[in-house]
C-alpha cells in the first residue's frame, strides 16, 4: 500500500495472497476502502409536516464530490420520486469533530421537501460533480433506506352545528 501511494513498485506479494483467498484483488481492496472511508452521513430527522405533502429532513453526508442532491425515493420500488439540491450546506462542526476529517464540517441538510401522498418513502442523499444531480463525472450515494415513512394527507374537516326544524335539517362547518 505505501508503494501504491508514493507511486512505486514492489515484489512483495504478502496482500496479494492474502486478499486473493477471498476473491479479491489489491486494486478492488483499495476501492472498497475508499468507498467505506468516503461515504460517512447520518439522517438525523425525518418527518411529515404541515398537510403531509412535505416532508422535514434533517442529517448530513459527507463526500468530497462537488454537489448535494436529497432524493425522494419510493419505499416500495426503489425508484427516484423526485429531487433537491442541497444549495446551502448546514455547517455541522460536531461532524467534523468526530471525523476528524478537514471540511468535513460543511455536510450537512436541513430541508423541507414536497413530496406526493399516499406513499412509503425514504431518502437518499447523492454526491456528485454534475451539477444536475446524475452521476456524470463522479458519485456517490447514501441511502437511508432504514428510516421509511408514509407520507399522508389528512382531510380536516369539523361539523360545527347540527340542526333540525320539522323536516329539515341545517348545518354549518
Not at 495472497?17 to 472511508?37: A, I, K, T
Amino acid at each position: 500500500m505505501i508503494a501504491y501511494k508514493y507511486n512505486q513498485t514492489t515484489n512483495h506479494v504478502d496482500p496479494d495472497e492474502y486478499w486473493s483467498r477471498f476473491g479479491y484483488d489489491m486494486s478492488q481492496f483499495r476501492d472498497l476502502v475508499s468507498y467505506y472511508y468516503s461515504n460517512f452521513g447520518s439522517l438525523d430527522y425525518l418527518a411529515t409536516s404541515g398537510e403531509g405533502a412535505t416532508i422535514s429532513v434533517r442529517g448530513w453526508y459527507f463526500n468530497r464530490n462537488k454537489y448535494e442532491f436529497l432524493f425522494v425515493m419510493d419505499a416500495n420500488t426503489g425508484r427516484e420520486i423526485s429531487r433537491y439540491q442541497v444549495k446551502t450546506p448546514t455547517i455541522r462542526q460536531d461532524v467534523e469533530k468526530v471525523l476528524g476529517i478537514a471540511g468535513s464540517a460543511v455536510s450537512g441538510f436541513d430541508a423541507q421537501i414536497s413530496v406526493p401522498t399516499g406513499r412509503n418513502i425514504f431518502i437518499m442523499s447523492r454526491k456528485t460533480n454534475d451539477p444536475l444531480g446524475n452521476t456524470n463525472g463522479g458519485a456517490v450515494d447514501k441511502s437511508f433506506a432504514s428510516t421509511k415513512i408514509l407520507a399522508t394527507y389528512s382531510p380536516k374537516a369539523s361539523l360545527d352545528t347540527l340542526s333540525l326544524k320539522g323536516d329539515t335539517i341545517s348545518t354549518t362547518g
